[in-house]
């Protein structure tokens, strides 16, 4: 008998020992296929309009469109941030969106401590009720609200859009802030106060530390609810449109090239804001729901 | 806590309320009628905005599922890198509706990507028109693809969370008495899933019912859905109470779709949070 044989003979043993393991080799294998296809699938679509973003536009109506770039420039994303409205309805869509995250910190996160620390009366009714706005598409009563805003002197205003991302924003800070707080262990909060600290100094100097990560993470997320939100933002504004609303508005009318920077504009800081806060996206969605 | 629960009266329950208010409202702005709802009802767009959204509902849930449920089960499963996979499939939670189908117009656009690549493999010799407005079946489908690259990854956040809550015997144990990878998770997973599927799909159905730049970038109007005909009715004829009785029908079908959840799949309720 050979030694290859032997080896061959060995291995058979092996593997007639173990009738799973081959199976579930084979298994991982595929696993790994499908996590391949699966990430080609979430990421050749981004690929593909960075390619285009950043194709010169002399250069946008070539076809086929080669699949590595030729000519790349920032032009066509230039030629987009020049096009009139666009720095202003920028501008419009990062202060709005501010204005959103500050709004819905200072009325969520209190709430969300609460319901984290304190066993109150109505406790579960509360919880109940800002699960249940979660099951209404929020963006919808744009259109009651713009006839609101309209006789309160705030329809077309950075405060008008505001308030309405605050109220799509606001259960998701009230219950992801409460899921955060209730990580921060109670003890540690209590040691501060047994040591002299005061209510509010064991929550700035213990609690918050702990929960700062978490935190900056829930806003980054918030800010991106407000810097996406297309339909509410369209119907609130007329002359002072965000982003996405100036783009929806004019997307009929619009060159290609305008389309498809427009998109790679709104993509990419959302994007960036996703990769920063990565390690908290299970975290933050865990516990809500969303 | 009363400050939130304040502000969401002002601006939840009561533009609710006032959805159904202004859509029964009379023409004269006294009184309330049927008008707006008739006007709504015989207009051309409504049977097609209505049938397309509920297409659209059903047609994307499923799509999703499977693709969220395949995301779930790699992360899940822990591969080499699994927190890279996790980031990956979880890139898009940070994509707008009107990018994502800006994003895929430039992909089924006559002169676009997939034409392009078609055309480079020699599998086409001419550019297929997946836009094409005498085909509207065709152009909902690029649609559910939008909508389904954009809108998985909360579906897969959510499951995720849910076979993380399910202990690791339960499969294995399932695994020694010989149950093959589709009875487990027929068996063993998806029952245990449940809370979890549950949540995800009133979540996702609502997101459909609310799909809106999506349809405006990818059928530039020749298709239409209910939250577009809304945006037309407010936004370029000017009429309030129009668009506030497609307003309440869209809110009328989350209720419905979120009641027949809660109804069908039953589980532990204060599972929803």
């Known amino acids: 008998m050979t030694a290859t044989t032997v080896t061959a003979e ?281 | 806590m009363l400050p939130s629960l304040a502000f969401l009266a002002v601006f939840f329950a009561v533009p609710m309320f006032q959805a159904f208010g202004l859509a029964l409202q009379a023409p004269d702005g006294t009184g309330y009628s049927l008008d707006a709802v008739r006007q709504m009802l015989s207009d051309g767009a409504f049977t097609r905005a209505l049938g397309t959204t509920l297409l659209l509902m059903v047609a994307i849930v499923p799509v999703q599922f499977v693709i969220a449920l395949g995301m779930a089960m790699v992360v899940n499963a822990r591969l080499k890198g699994a927190d890279l996979w996790l980031y990956v499939f979880a890139l898009p939670l940070g994509i707008s509706e009107l990018a994502s189908g800006i994003v895929w117009f430039s992909i089924f656009t006559e002169q676009g990507w997939l034409n392009s690549v078609l055309q480079q493999l020699g599998l086409t010799h001419q550019s297929i028109v997946f836009l094409d407005y005498q085909r509207p079946w065709l152009v909902l489908a690029t649609i559910v693809v939008a909508e389904a690259w954009r809108a998985t990854a909360i579906i897969m956040v959510i499951l995720v969370s849910g076979l993380q809550g399910i202990p690791r015997d339960f499969v294995e144990a399932a695994d020694v008495f010989g149950a093959s990878v589709w009875q487990r998770l027929r068996h063993v997973v998806l029952p245990l899933l449940k809370p979890s599927i549950r949540v995800a799909l009133i979540l996702r159905t609502i997101l459909a019912l609310q799909v809106f730049a999506t349809v405006v970038a990818l059928a530039g109007g020749t298709t239409t859905v209910l939250a577009n005909e809304a945006y037309r009715w407010y936004y370029r004829l000017r009429d309030a109470r129009v668009a506030a009785a497609y307003a309440s029908l869209v809110l009328l079908l989350s209720l419905v779709s979120t009641v027949g959840y809660l109804v069908t799949i039953r589980g532990d309720e204060e599972q929803l949070g």
């Open chain 1, 10 to 290: 060995r291995e058979r043993r092996r593997r007639a020992v173990r009738p799973g393991a081959r199976r579930r080799r084979l298994g991982r294998a595929l696993l790994y296929v499908a996590a391949v296809l699966l990430s080609l699938w979430v990421l050749a679509p981004l690929y593909l309009i960075t390619v285009t973003a950043f194709t010169p536009r002399d250069h946008a109506f070539d076809f086929p469109k080669p699949v590595i770039p030729t000519h790349v420039s920032g032009g066509t994303v230039d030629f987009f941030a020049r096009s009139s409205g666009v720095l202003g309805a920028l501008g419009t869509s990062v202060v709005v969106a501010v204005i959103t995250l500050g709004i819905s910190t200072a009325l969520g996160a209190p709430a969300g401590y609460a319901l984290a620390r304190h066993a109150f009366r109505g406790r579960s009714a509360y919880r109940l009720a800002i699960l249940s706005t979660r099951a209404f598409p929020i963006v919808i009563l744009a259109i009651p609200l713009a006839v609101t805003f309209i006789t309160w002197g705030i329809f077309d205003t950075l405060l008008g859009v505001a308030l309405m991302h605050t109220a799509l924003a606001l259960p998701f800070t009230v219950l992801v802030t409460s899921s955060i707080f209730v990580t921060v262990p109670k003890e540690l909060e209590e040691a501060a106060r047994t040591l002299g600290c005061t209510a509010v100094g064991a929550f700035t100097r213990i609690v918050l530390p702990m929960a700062l990560p978490g935190l900056a993470a829930a806003a980054i997320f918030t800010w991106e609810l407000s810097w996406n939100e297309v339909f509410a933002a369209t119907i609130l504004t007329l002359d002072h449109p965000t982003l996405p609303a100036l783009v929806v508005n004019t997307l009929q009318g619009a060159s290609l090239p305008f389309r498809f920077a427009a998109a790679w504009f709104m993509l990419a800081p959302a994007l960036a804001g996703i990769f920063l806060i990565r390690r908290y996206l299970l975290g933050l969605w865990s516990r809500v729901g969303h």
